[in-house]
């Protein structure tokens, strides 16, 4: 029956039960999901509340900033200031760590406020992502070293997208699990509980337009996936490429696939283009929490030793035997 639903809150106090000393998560993503239920209602009013179009600003990053990437800023920023958990915070629309007033939380949250913001406008599914670090021992929040830990480190990660319904899928290291917004009540419902992604799929992700600047082992991996039953696979591929990570990624978790946003000829001098610490990190917990991989190509991305918070790296992350063929394409052509 309808009202016989397990909510996130739910959901969060089952875990904190079963897994005791793990972090009270409920407390920890209090704030998050009321951040995430503020930003869907401002995407979701787009033009009629005057959120579509630019803010007049350019990010850290050098990228134009939309009003809704400042707008979602500004709500994850304040929400999660207010519980007292975190002690400091690091956003994609931010060029140094902000630290929490007193510093009297214990974790550190990363966040890309709204990724895909080039689909704001023309209303197409974004997504919040995040990731919580634990503040080491003896450092202090409002230095970026306190933030630089690798991937493996993350005690959560969790992505909002708002999609044609709103969801919260996150981790906190034991699977991955989906919550659907429910607007009349106001409440997340798990509707998609311990989320698998399919070993093998017919379905890759990537922005073919860069195809000039592509690396071998990548050019030869999505050579063979197009030349479908008569190539090497022996099976038809279909493409997809909605330039929304989030959007990508859910997808992946529903039915399987493989994202690939590598470094390439044009942006390897950046390091690739999909930031670390808010971006690659978070996917790859979840990937990898799902039973998928995620690698740079060459490396395990949550094994990547961060120096920067908004460094940049390759990521190419969903089914695991797609991944580790093309692990094996890097391999062999490096060894050449
Ligand atoms: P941003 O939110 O800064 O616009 O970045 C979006 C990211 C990611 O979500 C997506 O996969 C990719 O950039 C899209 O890149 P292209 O514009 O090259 O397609």
Known sequence: MSYKRVTLSHF???????????????????????????????????????????????????????????????????????????????????????????????????????????????????????????????????????????????????YALYGSSTMLVLTTGNGVNGFTYDQNIGIFVLTHPNMRVPEDTREYSINASRSRFWDPPVRRYIEECQAGKTGPRGKDFNMRWVASMVAEVHRILCRGGIFLYPVDDDNRSKGGKLRLMYEANPMALIIEQAGGRATTGRQRILEVKPEGLHQRVGVILGSKTEVERLEGFYREYDSQ
């Open 12 to 158: 969060l106090l089952d875990e904190q039960r079963r897994h005791a000393g793990s972090g009270s998560f409920t407390a920890l993503l209090n704030d998050i999901r009321t951040a995430c239920k503020m930003i869907s209602h401002e995407v979701n009013r787009g033009a009629m509340a005057g959120n579509l179009g630019l803010a007049g600003a350019e990010n850290v990053q050098g990228e134009e900033q939309k009003k809704l990437d400042v707008l979602a800023n500004e709500i994850f920023l304040h929400m999660n200031a207010l519980g007292g958990n975190y002690a400091g915070m690091a956003s994609e629309e931010l060029e140094d760590v902000r630290s929490v007033h007193g510093e009297a939380g214990r974790y550190l949250l990363l966040f890309d406020p709204l990724d895909g913001s080039s689909n704001i406008d023309v209303n197409i599914s974004v997504g919040s992502i995040f990731s919580i670090l634990r503040l080491p021992e003896g450092m202090s929040a409002s230095t970026k070293e306190a933030f630089l830990q690798p991937g493996v480190e993350q005690v959560a990660a969790g």
